[in-house]
């Protein structure tokens, strides 16, 4: 298992390309080889559509790898967003060959071919503002507890393979003449709004670079939006500047946890919260309570507890 202290100049890459890759098996080992060589941790998701990556490591190694693979002509013009991290928000390397590099379970959906029109944080205040946009958080109902757009509508999807339904239950092309939707990075919008065109609608629009490219553009004072961007790694949470926020995750279940849900009575720092604590086990709570000490102990010694994390 690779160690990263946390005084190390630790930088986060993420990025994305919707882009044919016939070779993406061997391809995926190629890019494991390498990133393990430049001890980098995080995700790399590999499909014949595309890549889809958050990695982590030394930022001298990981602009180096970054380097590497940008010398595939497929990724060539690729420009991922960097950010620095304190410490390192990934417990391993994982590089997973899927069907999909975001799973809409729309099979022919063409991202590479047609999207929407892209905006940035300028024009997406606007659009914030016209009465006649429909603006949809294209994120699930947990990451929109967190923090979203004022006026947002909010799917209340469990998961971004329900969208087609929430779409085909709730929009008509013929009513909802202008979308405009958002996500944490991009991905998701560039996968919905080339299946919501595909379905008819005409003008779909998608902010560019998602809520992170906003919070990374805008302040506090002049941005729109309103709490935190939930994120898939230890970060948890940023806000504007992408510092992070002050959520947490409850380990029971999982949920991101506002400093309310923490205060409330249900909450166990480590074991429970408002969401979980009524169906919780005493075997389950147990356990839980075990390695809650355990990480406690862990980091005291200075060191991690990583127990059955999956993955």
């Known amino acids: 298992m690779m160690q990263h202290t946390d005084s190390q100049d630790i930088e986060v890459a993420t990025f994305y390309r919707f882009v044919a890759l016939a070779d993406y098996a061997a391809l995926a080992a190629k890019l494991h080889n390498s990133a ?45 967003r960097l950010m620095k991290a304190p410490r390192m928000p990934f417990y391993r390397l994982k590089v997973k060959l899927r069907d999909e590099i975001v799973t809409l379970g729309q099979p022919d959906v063409a991202p590479h071919e047609r999207t929407g029109t892209h905006v940035g944080p300028e024009q997406w205040d606007e659009l914030l503002e016209d009465p006649e946009v429909l603006v949809i958080d294209a994120r699930n109902r947990y990451e929109v507890a967190v923090g979203t757009f004022a006026g947002a509508t909010d799917p209340q999807t469990e998961s971004f393979r329900q969208f087609p339904d929430y779409v085909n239950e709730n929009l008509d092309p013929a009513v909802h003449r202008k979308v405009a939707m958002f996500c944490t990075g991009g991905i998701r919008c560039e996968k919905a709004s080339a299946w919501m065109l595909a379905r008819g609608f005409t003008d779909v629009y998608q902010l560019s670079g998602g809520v992170l490219a906003y919070l990374q553009q805008k302040t506090a004072e002049e941005g729109r939006w309103r709490g935190g961007c939930f994120l898939f790694d230890q970060r948890v949470a940023v806000g504007y500047g992408l510092e992070r926020s002050d959520i947490e995750i409850c380990h029971g279940c999982r949920y991101p946890l506002t400093p309310s849900e923490r205060a409330a009575p249900e909450y166990e720092a480590g074991v429970s919260c408002p969401h979980c604590a009524a169906e919780l086990s005493d075997k389950r709570r147990d356990a839980l309570r075990e390695r809650h000490r355990q990480e406690h102990l862990a980091r005291s010694r200075g060191t991690k507890h990583l127990g059955n994390r999956q993955g």
Do not use: K
């Open 36 to 80: 393990s060589a430049n001890r980098l941790l995080g995700t790399i998701v590999i499909a014949a559509e595309g890549i889809n990556a958050t990695l982590a490591g030394d930022s001298s190694a990981l602009r180096r790898w970054l380097a590497e693979l940008t010398r595939d002509e497929r990724f060539a013009d690729l420009a991922p």
